[in-house]
């Protein structure tokens, strides 16, 4: 891993069905202790439609190359309980050495 890890996060995968027939996430992890560098940030965003200045908070996780990690799981960080959903994985191609996998997060609890 290139960046520096601040955190150890768990990967949640699977849904079930309740007595409704609704979808509800599991807590099912799926991998546990990977490590991670994991940041919040804000950002103050205006529209043309609203001028209202608001605030979007967001985070960004990098984990090591070859991490399994999909659209749509949810990580959980273990040192503060936080659970994140995971919106995109990507990562950047080098042809020297294998790069860390970026997580972009949104905040679920």
């Known amino acids: 891993m290139q960046a520096i890890a601040t955190t150890r996060i768990s990967i949640l995968r699977g849904v079930t069905t309740d007595a409704y027939g609704d979808e509800q996430d ?14 919040e940030q804000s950002r103050r965003v205006t529209t043309r ?7 979007i908070r967001y985070a960004v996780a990098r984990v090591p190359a070859r991490t399994d990690v999909l659209d749509q799981d949810r990580v959980r960080d273990e040192r503060t309980g936080a659970v994140y959903i ?3 994985v990507s990562s ?10 970026r997580l ?5 609890t």
């Not at 599991?26 to 990977?34: A, E, N």
Request: glycine share 2%.
């Open 104 to 108: 972009d997060l949104r905040r679920t």
């Open 26 to 39: 599991t807590d099912t992890p799926v991998h546990t202790g990977i490590p991670a560098s994991l940041t």
């Open 86 to 88: 995971v919106d995109a």
């Open 92 to 101: 950047m191609a080098n042809p020297v050495a294998v790069p860390d996998i």
């Open 49 to 55: 439609d609203d001028p209202t200045p608001r605030i």
